[in-house]
């Protein structure tokens, strides 16, 4: 079966930098969609980045210019370079992949950004 494993995830301070890596297991991953999502106390899961198989790649307005999203289709790894990073990033972190028209959730890996 599919299975997503974040890693990466922890307290930085405002203007640091964090790496999230999410490793994949149980399908093809060359041809699977891969995202990040975020999801802060009482607030909404919300997109943060995207990134197709052919390495498309699309990021929510207020992560532009300070995230990146890659993805290593040969080590099965979905990666997110978090830079000057701020307050509001503070939420947990979700590594999603939209395979063969299903939808598939990693548990989750908590970043908070405090001084």
């Known amino acids: 079966q599919v299975q997503l494993v974040e890693s990466g995830g922890g307290l930085v301070q405002p203007g640091g930098s964090l790496r999230l890596s999410c490793a994949a297991s149980?399908?093809?991953?060359?041809?699977?969609?891969m995202g990040w999502y975020r999801q802060a106390p009482g607030k909404q899961r919300e997109l943060v980045a995207a990134?197709?198989?052919?390495?498309?790649?699309n990021y929510a307005n207020s992560v532009k210019g300070r995230f990146t999203i890659s993805r290593d289709n040969a080590k099965r790894t979905v990666n997110l370079q978090m830079n000057s990073l701020k307050p509001e990033d503070t939420a947990v972190y979700y590594c999603?992949?939209?395979?063969?028209?299903?939808?598939?959730w990693g548990q989750g890996t908590q970043v908070a950004v405090s001084s």
């Open positions: 990134i197709t198989g052919s390495g498309n790649t």
């Open positions: 149980g399908m093809i991953f060359s041809i699977a969609a």
């Open positions: 999603d992949a939209v395979y063969m028209n299903r939808e598939y």
